[in-house]
């Protein structure tokens, strides 16, 4: 099977590890990992900030540059949404609608990929340690991706977890938010550590970059001793930490 990545641009500027370990436990699950060049921002961040009109360039862009993938895989449920979402900002469109509704189709949030097209739930990851697991926004809200990574994280071995106090609550990132309410935010991602704290665990997982970049930032800024990973690291995990 082959599958286009979608790196997103927090991978491809702040955590290249995440994009390596989704490509190797792609290529582990026996798929053939293609990665577009021309792959741009997705538009997300000035579609969030209400400049639609100049964010439909960049989704034209990646419209066109994962035309001919046959899947399109993410380690980013908040991203992978945002494709999604061209189609309905393109549906009024005669060139663009069917080329963005096409898109979406085949558009896929990593874990989501796994467990739902491949239909694998076991990886064969081990991963010694004690963790907890932060479920972002976009990712279970929108794009309605809730039973896919617990579904794999069940079979990691070695893995002990405890459930998040407050799961659903945001982190405080919520991309531009984060810059323009800096104290609400603030008091958010205060709470979501104070909840990690609480599960014992060594290790805060999730699946967005962004939110593992706010939660992990406070972290380092409060000098706690908890790591935060993405699930893509764990799962690629063969012989603990």
């Known amino acids: 099977?082959?599958?286009?990545l979608f790196a997103t641009c927090l991978v491809d500027m702040f955590n290249s590890n995440v994009g390596k370990a989704t490509v190797e436990l792609l290529e582990h699950l026996g798929c053939e990992v293609d990665f577009p060049e021309s792959q741009v921002c997705c538009g997300q961040p000035a579609y969030n900030s209400g400049y639609v009109k100049e964010s439909k360039e960049a989704m034209k862009k990646m419209i066109d540059t994962f035309a001919d993938a046959e899947?399109?895989?993410?380690?980013?449920?908040?991203?992978?949404y945002m494709f999604h979402e061209y189609q309905h900002l393109f549906k009024d469109d005669p060139k663009w609608g069917p080329k963005a509704k096409e898109l979406a189709s085949k558009t896929y949030e990593l874990t989501q990929f796994i467990v739902d097209v491949l239909k694998i739930e076991d990886v064969g990851a081990t991963f010694a340690g004690k963790v907890t697991l932060h479920t972002s926004c976009h990712m279970t809200r929108l794009l309605g991706v809730k039973e896919a990574p617990?579904?794999?994280?069940?079979h990691v071995k070695g893995l002990q977890f405890t459930e998040l106090p407050g799961k659903h609550?945001?982190?405080g990132f919520g991309g531009t938010f984060s810059?323009?309410?800096?104290?609400?935010?603030?008091?958010?991602?205060?709470?979501?550590?104070?909840?990690a704290e609480e599960t014992d665990a060594d290790v805060l997982i999730g699946a967005d970059c962004g939110c593992?970049?706010?939660?992990?930032?406070?972290?380092?800024?409060?000098?706690?001793?908890m790591k935060v990973l993405h699930i893509a690291e764990v799962l690629n995990c063969r012989q603990g930490v």
Request: glycine share 6%; net charge positive.
């Open 1 to 4: 099977m082959r599958v286009a």
């Open 71 to 80: 899947y399109v895989v993410c380690p980013s449920g908040s991203c992978a």
């Open 150 to 154: 617990m579904k794999l994280l069940n």
């Open 169 to 171: 609550n945001c982190c």
């Open 179 to 195: 810059v323009k309410m800096t104290a609400i935010s603030e008091q958010m991602v205060d709470e979501k550590v104070q909840h």
């Open 212 to 225: 593992l970049m706010n939660i992990g930032g406070r972290i380092d800024r409060k000098e706690k001793p």
